[in-house]
T-cell receptor, first 113, second 111 residues
């Protein structure tokens, strides 16, 4: 029944490690996104994929690599984690552009020690 | 680039009406969205304005003036459960789904 799901919900890791976050949507949407929300609640778009193709890359360090195996899944892999990567990462999806409505997953709280 | 300004905090009592303003500066403006986020939760969509005027959805209404680069979210008959952060977000038209969020307004509703 869950529209947009993410795993894991919490991720605690050491600096320098590599980690992945998975996202799946069962809404039949064509477009998926990754957002980063920092400790001050600033929500910033990182990537957008439409039908498995990268549409937006908002000057995110290349340590972050999204992968979309199909239009229902968008995963985020992060290499060489840094302290500043600690944040909540949200996956979202939308049906079409121009409606301003996106459906967000529950978020993954990443803590880098 | 783009910038959005909205108040950082607003407080009100149950049953009251609150207006959260949002001013923006951006190129390629497509529309203005509003999202609600409870502590520990995900942002949830409230409303969207692409054209000037007022959109009403139950107790919530949203307004847009494109010429003034200004919008607001109006919350009526406030309830305790409305305590949350509210974000305005500009949509940019040339690229699918690109939303840029303001820094959010923390609304606290007192009994």
């Amino acid at each position: 029944d869950t529209a947009v799901s993410q795993t894991p919900k919490y991720l605690v890791t050491q600096m320098g490690n590599d980690k992945s976050i998975k996202c799946e949507q069962n809404l039949g949407h064509d477009t998926m996104y990754w957002y980063k929300q920092d400790s001050k609640k600033f929500l910033k778009i990182m990537f957008s994929y439409n039908n498995k193709e990268l549409i937006i890359n908002e000057t995110v360090p290349n340590r972050f690599s999204p992968k979309s195996p199909d239009k229902a899944h968008l995963n985020l892999h992060i290499n060489s984690l840094e302290l500043g990567d600690s944040a909540v990462y949200f996956c979202a999806s939308s049906l079409e552009r121009g409606t301003g409505e996106q459906f967000f997953g529950p978020g993954t709280r990443l803590t880098v020690l | 680039g783009q910038s959005l300004e909205q108040p950082s905090e607003v407080t009100a009592v149950e049953g009251a009406i609150v207006q959260i303003n949002c001013t923006y500066q951006t190129s390629g403006f497509y529309g203005l969205s509003w999202y609600q986020q409870h502590d520990g939760g995900a942002p949830t969509f409230l409303s969207y304005n692409a054209l000037d005027g007022l959109e009403e959805t139950g107790r919530f209404s949203s307004f847009l003036s494109r010429s003034d680069s200004y919008g607001y979210l109006l919350l009526q008959e406030l309830q305790m459960k409305d305590s949350a952060s509210y974000f305005c977000a500009v949509g940019k038209g040339s690229t699918l789904g690109r939303l840029y969020f303001g820094r959010g307004t923390q609304l606290t509703v007192w009994p």
